[in-house]
Antibody, heavy 130, light 107 residues
Framework: EVQLVESGGGLVQPGQSLRLSCTTSGFTFGDYAMSWVRQAPEKGLEWVGFIRSKAYGGTTEYAASVKGRFTISRDDSKSIAYLQMNSLKTEDTALYYC?????????????????????WGKGTTVTVSS | DIQMTQSPSTLSASVGDRVIITCRASQSISSWLAWYQQKPGKAPNLLIHKASNLESGVPLRFSGSGSGTEFTLTISSLQPDDFATYYCQQYYSHLWTFGQGTKVEIK
């Protein structure tokens, strides 16, 4: 069974840092891209960013709201994805989910790669408050 | 960024009703659209990817259609378990965006 378990959330003050972990099991972690999505209290879903598998460069993409402050990384040997959050703001308060991403490739003169999120963890709560 | 707009924001319906939720993209996203269902206190659950591909295990009363900028999620006969919030999400751009959600309530 595919499982994703987020951890590392908590209460921090503005300007501080926090690292979230997404511990996975039930699939070959290294074959998949992984994403982070957040949901502020009583609000909708906001994509945070994702990291491609090493086969596709292991590169990352971020939402504008977190770019330069948040960093996604992965440890394929441990099947864990991380979200390092620096310079936290009160507006970063949210439930943070990680997800496994499925790749679809369109083949042509130039190949294009599209990912969607198929399995999600239950989330970990981050509260930024003074 | 590509903006995704869902309508309506809230929908009141009865068991057995046919329900249609619309999602519009600010530019063409071809068919690179997913639909998720979220129940209170739970993580989102993938229903449909690539606009119309039903995820394994999802009831056949759910269907998706559309391409370009206009998409719909249809529930053919609403069941008690379907009262939830539904989100569309584009993955055409490498900067993914969600719609604001549509809450399906009991009438």
């Amino acid at each position: 069974e595919v499982q994703l378990v987020e951890s590392g959330g908590g209460l921090v003050q503005p300007g501080q840092s926090l690292r979230l972990s997404c511990t996975t099991s039930g699939f070959t972690f290294g074959d998949y891209a992984m994403s982070w999505v957040r949901q502020a209290p009583e609000k909708g879903l906001e994509w945070v960013g994702f990291i491609r598998s090493k086969a596709y460069g292991g590169t990352t993409e971020y939402a504008a709201s977190v770019k330069g402050r948040f960093t996604i990384s992965r440890d394929d040997s441990k099947s864990i994805a991380y979200l390092q959050m620096n310079s936290l703001k009160t507006e970063d308060t949210a439930l943070y989910y990680c997800s496994r991403d499925i790749i679809t490739i369109t083949w042509g003169l130039e190949n294009h790669y599209f990912y969607y999120m198929d399995v999600w963890g239950k989330g970990t709560t981050v509260t930024v408050s003074s | 960024d590509i903006q995704m707009t869902q309508s309506p924001s809230t929908l009141s319906a009865s068991v057995g009703d046919r329900v249609i939720i619309t999602c519009r993209a600010s530019q063409s996203i071809s068919s690179w659209l997913a639909w998720y269902q979220q129940k209170p206190g739970k993580a989102p659950n993938l229903l449909i990817h690539k606009a119309s591909n039903l995820e394994s295990g999802v009831p056949l009363r759910f269907s998706g259609s559309g391409s370009g900028t206009e998409f719909t999620l249809t529930i053919s006969s609403l069941q008690p378990d379907d009262f939830a919030t539904y989100y569309c999400q584009q993955y055409y751009s490498h900067l993914w965006t969600f719609g604001q959600g549509t809450k399906v309530e009991i009438k």
